[in-house]
């Protein structure tokens, strides 16, 4: 099993961190996780997250500590005691209504990306079973909870630079991994279902994979019941903007052809961006789809 609960070196505490008893140290690599799981704790600045506030509330220490936990480089320490176990037996936690859970435990190899589980009823035969969207780390307490959650059918990759631990979630759990070919690679080539062209493709009744080339040639957004869209690194939202936006800053593959996706993806309708990396973002289907046609435009003059 991979670690569970290191946290950081008081030492190396950066030194713009609020007095007090969090802290980030110097091996933050500005993965953003913290910054939105604890947004009043924690902000950026100068290429690392640092503690711009000590939580006050139990429900923002609580906040604080579920950070600690999910931060993929132990770079988050505190000078008190705290619970820890028990924070880190709150993931998977309830995220977008009793369908969409945080997995935490964010893991360096995919750069601290957010994993998703979906909780499906495995009463639905073939379109049943959960999916895990991406891959947090390896970890016991997180293992145990996914499945007393019920386990993992599909393990659905967005993209090849989130994969992360994916052999050992397929061994243990025996799920479908689904990865588009434009991503397979030497470590995914065993992967069990290989999406071909641009085209959505139904996985299951209320499950579409979304071909979304653009920050890497084989990119893929899952859309559920019309509600949820897990992103990956195609899509997360913007507070400072008001709608969704892309990474121009990573785009690997080709920025027309994004933007090109991005037109495809707003003909679709759903209420949650789910993001691999940055902010979720929720609105009513019908300000949903305003935003995309914002972001469509500001896509245009960047």
């Given at each position: 099993?991979?670690?569970?609960?290191?946290?950081?070196?008081?030492?190396?505490?950066?030194?713009?961190?609020?007095?007090?008893?969090?802290?980030?140290?110097?091996?933050?690599?500005?993965?953003?996780?913290?910054?939105?799981?604890?947004?009043?704790?924690?902000?950026?600045?100068?290429?690392?997250?640092?503690?711009?506030?000590?939580?006050?509330?139990?429900?923002?220490?609580?906040?604080?500590?579920?950070?600690?936990?999910?931060?993929?480089?132990?770079?988050?320490?505190?000078?008190?005691?705290?619970?820890?176990?028990?924070?880190?037996?709150?993931?998977?936690?309830?995220?977008?209504?009793?369908?969409?859970?945080?997995?935490?435990?964010?893991?360096?190899?995919?750069?601290?990306?957010?994993?998703?589980?979906?909780?499906?009823?495995?009463?639905?035969?073939?379109?049943?079973?959960?999916?895990?969207?991406?891959?947090?780390?390896?970890?016991?307490?997180?293992?145990?909870?996914?499945?007393?959650?019920?386990?993992?059918?599909?393990?659905?990759?967005?993209?090849?630079?989130?994969?992360?631990?994916?052999?050992?979630?397929?061994?243990?759990?025996?799920?479908?991994?689904?990865?588009?070919?434009?991503?397979?690679?030497?470590?995914?080539?065993?992967?069990?279902?290989?999406?071909?062209?641009?085209?959505?493709?139904?996985?299951?009744?209320?499950?579409?994979?979304?071909?979304?080339?653009?920050?890497?040639?084989?990119?893929?957004?899952?859309?559920?019941?019309?509600?949820?869209?897990?992103?990956?690194?195609h899509i997360a939202w913007s507070e400072e903007r008001g709608h969704p936006y892309a990474?121009?800053?990573?785009?690997?593959?080709?920025?027309?052809?994004?933007?090109?996706?991005?037109?495809?993806?707003?003909?679709?309708?759903?209420?949650?961006?789910?993001?691999?990396?940055?902010?979720?973002?929720?609105?009513?289907?019908?300000?949903?789809?305003?935003?995309?046609?914002?972001?469509?435009?500001?896509?245009?003059?960047?």
């Open positions: 099993m991979a670690r569970l609960l290191a946290v950081a070196t008081l030492a190396k505490r950066l030194p713009n961190n609020a007095p007090g008893d969090f802290y980030v140290d110097e091996s933050c690599i500005d993965c953003g996780a913290c910054m939105w799981i604890a947004k009043e704790t924690f902000g950026e600045s100068g290429g690392r997250s640092f503690v711009t506030a000590q939580p006050t509330t139990r429900e923002a220490t609580r906040l604080a500590e579920l950070a600690l936990v999910a931060c993929p480089t132990a770079s988050i320490g505190a000078t008190e005691p705290h619970d820890l176990a028990s924070a880190a037996a709150a993931f998977p936690r309830p995220f977008a209504g009793d369908d969409v859970y945080h997995c935490g435990f964010h893991d360096e190899a995919t750069f601290g990306a957010t994993s998703w589980l979906l909780r499906r009823d495995e009463g639905n035969g073939r379109d049943g079973g959960n999916v895990l969207v991406d891959v947090p780390r390896f970890s016991a307490p997180l293992v145990r909870r996914i499945e007393e959650l019920g386990g993992v059918k599909r393990l659905f990759l967005t993209h090849r630079d989130d994969v992360g631990d994916h052999e050992k979630f397929a061994a243990h759990f025996g799920c479908e991994r689904i990865l588009h070919e434009g991503d397979v690679e030497d470590g995914t080539r065993n992967v069990e279902r290989i999406l071909v062209g641009d085209e959505p493709v139904e996985l299951a009744r209320g499950l579409l994979a979304i071909p979304t080339p653009g920050h890497t040639r084989g990119s893929a957004c899952l859309l559920a019941d019309e509600k949820y869209l897990f992103g990956g690194d990474f121009r800053n990573a785009c690997w593959y080709d920025w027309d052809e994004l933007k090109k996706s991005m037109r495809r993806l707003a003909s679709h309708r759903f209420e949650w961006i789910l993001p691999g990396h940055d902010v979720p973002g929720h609105l009513p289907a019908p300000q949903m789809r305003e935003a995309m046609q914002r972001c469509l435009e500001w896509m245009e003059r960047v």
